[in-house]
DNA sequence: ATTTGAACTGAAACGCGTTTCATGCGCTAT
DNA sequence: ATAGCGCATGAAACGCGTTTCAGTTCAAAT
């Protein structure tokens, strides 16, 4: 394989003139150009990528985190930073935790290794404290609201999108209202039991552990939370779910059983994913993509630190 | 920052020395290692990947190319190689094409610059011939049948598999059998015309066009498709659909519609996802994940190539 | 007592591009 | 005429681990 002395010494120039003709620095002739350029051809020279890294100390790359890749809220925002990435010519390494904190832990060992120019966390296991040890090494932008404003981060306001949510059912008379969502402890999940419980305070309406469904990430976990509603005798009469997914895997079991939807059960979706337009699922509408793109380009400010917050909003279907 | 020969300094022995210490390499000193070992911890030392990557010439990145990322039978695909990655200390960099053959191109030449260790097309754009030419630079793996076998492959035998799905229907007693599947001149697709072509002239049967749907991905494709089918005025009575969401997508509209399926329409969906079981839609089983972790491992099998084939299995439920 | 070899150690070369610094040349401004 | 500046070019240092090779030491085998 030949480098860049190879080619130096084939166009009778320095490396210096070589390397400058590779990045398109100034100050060549145009005679020394061309003579290096058909070197580089004559013997199908090509970068050496791990040495530029090496010399730059940089590499192009930046990590995301996400819990699960086969998932369309992930798989949304994935589609958003690539789409940014290809922009900024970046390359992403994609990290599948499976909400194991070694799997974060591996992610941000190479941010320190300098494998990784920088780190999009979507979903954060680690503990604060620990990850500002790392904020040195590079970027580090999470998905979540983060206070005080230590990281660059973009996110949803989960509070006010459950807020609107739960205000919107109560509104259309709703009042044994609960919710399913993934994990209990999440940052996210967080916001949105505060939403609710301050829902419910305001509401004078009691709280009742039957309503709220955890665990449910996917299409499947939809179906059994609705298997499980239908053994219920108390029963929820209306459920903000997490995502579309989940609500149309609801839906669908529902159907099965002749549940009238929304009579015996209503149901918020979350995300706006083409399934809750063909089922026609009242769902709440994240601009997923476009934080993807935010978070990337944040990722890229090694600078300083910015926050994004997005605006979720209502769109009324035919399951409320 | 320190480096490899801070650390020697500190420790009072060598680089070599304590390079060995780094990589556990044998015939090293208690007493030294002891003292590089504290020595690095002193100081918070890490290795720079980068200068790992230049020096021993490997990344242990591993490209994978698809179409999308946001797409459960990718998805499903990608988790595999994931799993099988995280076991053997391996990273993927993702390239979601679009099917645009420059991105194809990008990975490529990553492969070439040696940023990649391997590459794993699941969907291959470019072509063959040029194909070749980058195989000098790693192993490049793919998810189709190769022929001759100038490239590791695994794949799923989709003429088989359409082959199979095909006389299920027919002995079901339909006639009127089209399909719905994505591209119509990828490698896959072409071998499942192949199927549909041999099947009916096998039986007998003419071809028509209006049985065959392309540009069929995602959930909303088969909804489309659905309401193409209901203004068509000669209908087939059967179809083969790409995937499970394409398939749920033409459940969700026929049942707004009204349509008997399996009496007016009969489905038989690929991949056995989730929302297949709780749809109750016919399919055909696809070991995605297992060939996900199978592509991964011939991607680190430098030496030799190697072809595995996966079986398809049929799973009667209630839309034939 | 001598050969053999395993255990241990370090110097130096290697992988390869980028960047800084010094220098030379020719031209313009004073 | 001379200081000053822009352009062009190369030498050398730099980023940092890995690996080979040569050598030393000490104990076991003959």
Redesign the interface.
Known sequence: MTNIRDIAKIAGVSVSTVSRVLNHHPYVSEEKRRAVETAMIQTNY??????I??ST?K?N?IGVVVPF????YF??L??GM?EQA?QDNY????F?TNYQLE?EQEALD?L????LDGLILCSRGIDWKLLLDYQEYGPIVLAEKTNPQTFSASYIDHYQAFSEALSFLYAKGYRKIGYCVGRQNGANSKQRWQAYQDFLEENALEYNPDYTYYDCY???DG?NVALKWLEQKNRPEALLVANDQIA??MV??C?KHHIDIPRQLALIGFDNQ??A???EITTVQLPLFQMGQQLFQQALQADHISEHQFVPKLIERQTV
């Open positions: 090509h970068q050496n990528m791990n040495a890294h090496l100390g590499t790359i890749t086969n998932h369309p798989g949304k994935v589609e690539m290809g390359k992403i390494i994609l599948q799997r190479m320190k290794y300098k494998q996917q299409f499947e179906a149309a895997g669908t079991v159907q083409p399934i337009k063909f089922m």
